[in-house]
């Protein structure tokens, strides 16, 4: 199966940006849909974003509607998270996640396959 490596993260200031990336080793990458989750320390995982096997829906939770856009390169093996505008509140480990479905979920539970996480921390 897919192994996912998250990296890009890192300490920002409020309002600047920043790109995530998750490269996935394995030979079916193409048959799963991604997604972004993330989880601040005692808190819920909470959904981000999601996209299709081939890129052409996408999901996002409220919050992070026009800020945040995925965006996925099949050809590279690849899922991104460009996340602009940021806020302290968007502090949080953030997470990639597989799922080899037929569709695309927002739930944790429906992911199989998931990343060892990248911080973000944004300062005020």
């Known amino acids: 199966q897919v192994q996912l490596v998250e990296s890009g993260g890192g300490l920002v200031q409020a309002g600047d940006s920043l790109r995530l990336s998750c490269a996935a080793s394995?030979?079916?990458?193409?048959?799963?849909?991604m997604a972004w989750f993330r989880q601040a320390p005692g808190k819920e995982r909470e959904f981000v974003a999601a996209?299709?096997?081939?890129?052409?829906?996408?999901y996002y939770a409220d919050s992070m509607k026009g800020r945040f856009t995925i965006s996925r390169d099949n050809a590279k093996d690849t899922v991104y998270l460009q996340m602009n505008s940021l806020k302290p509140e968007d502090t949080a480990v953030y997470y990639c996640?597989?799922?080899?479905?037929?569709?695309?979920?927002?739930?944790?539970?429906?992911?199989?396959?998931w990343g060892q996480g990248t911080q973000v921390t944004v300062s005020s």
């Open positions: 996640a597989a799922r080899r479905g037929i569709g695309v979920g927002v739930k944790n539970y429906e992911y199989e396959l």
């Open positions: 394995g030979r079916t990458f193409s048959s799963y849909a």
């Open positions: 996209i299709s096997r081939s890129g052409g829906r996408t």
